[in-house]
């Protein structure tokens, strides 16, 4: 069965200080791979996704995620934290058939809390 | 550039009354079009997909039901709510190919009481 986790509920991290949101995933043939933020009460919004090409993949506001095969995983980083980054994020796969369907399976989600 | 509309953004119901909301996108034509719930502010559950005007799939059995009347329209309904679909309801929209990401609308938070 494609799954994907994010073994994480919550992630601390100081402002200015790196960050990591680790995802795995479990899917038959190539992985299409994607990261996705959400403020509250807000839908959420498309920060970058994987296809294929260069495992490391950079997206909006900053942020990268790193594509490992071998390890099945998908981790979202940036190089400096800041507060405005705390929000939930989700890692999603795409698990739909050919044909233009595009059914995305998402993780629990992580959240992410910057400190001052 | 696309733009996608959710309506109402919050909604109180009471038991047993219908339901409806609304979705609606702008800046493309005959996109996937996907209703999701989100609970407790955690994981989406994928409630129905549609790939074209009155083409409706549904993921899980529920009180709910979806229509798609017009190409960019997407309708989530329910004769009767029970307590248990309270939650924030997501519409979004893809690309009916190449590109595979899911844009998702600003929601609505349905409590029923």
């Known amino acids: 069965a494609q799954s994907v986790a994010q073994p994480e509920d919550q992630v601390n991290v100081a402002e200015g200080n790196p960050l990591t949101v680790k995802c795995t995933y479990s899917?038959?043939?190539?992985?299409?791979l994607f990261w996705y933020v959400q403020y509250p009460n807000r839908g959420l919004q498309f920060l970058l996704k994987?296809?294929?090409?260069?495992?490391l993949v950079k997206g909006s506001y900053g942020f990268e995620a790193e594509f490992n095969k071998s390890q099945t995983s998908f981790h979202l980083k940036k190089p400096s934290a800041l507060v405005s980054d705390s929000a939930l994020y989700f890692c999603?796969?795409?698990?739909?058939?050919?044909?233009?369907?595009?059914?995305?399976?998402f993780g629990a989600g992580t959240r992410l809390a910057v400190h001052p | 550039s696309q733009t996608i509309h959710q309506w109402p953004a919050t909604l109180v119901q009471p038991v047993g009354s219908p339901l409806s909301l609304e979705c609606t996108v702008e800046?493309?034509?005959?996109?996937?079009l996907y209703w999701y719930r989100q609970a407790a502010g955690r994981g989406l559950q994928l409630l129905f997909y549609?790939?074209?005007?009155?083409?409706i799939s549904s993921e899980v059995p529920q009180n709910l039901s979806a229509s798609r009347p017009q190409d960019r329209q997407f309708i989530l309904s329910s004769k009767k709510l029970l307590l248990s679909d309270s939650g924030f309801y997501l519409c979004a929209w893809s690309w009916i190919a190449g590109s595979y990401e899911q844009y998702f609308g600003p929601g609505t938070r349905l409590t029923v009481t």
């Open positions: 994987y296809i294929t090409g260069d495992n």
């Open positions: 899917v038959s043939g190539n992985p299409y």
């Open positions: 800046g493309t034509s005959n996109p996937n």
């Open positions: 549609s790939v074209g005007i009155g083409q």
């Open positions: 999603a796969v795409r698990t739909g058939t050919s044909g233009g369907y595009n059914k995305l399976i």
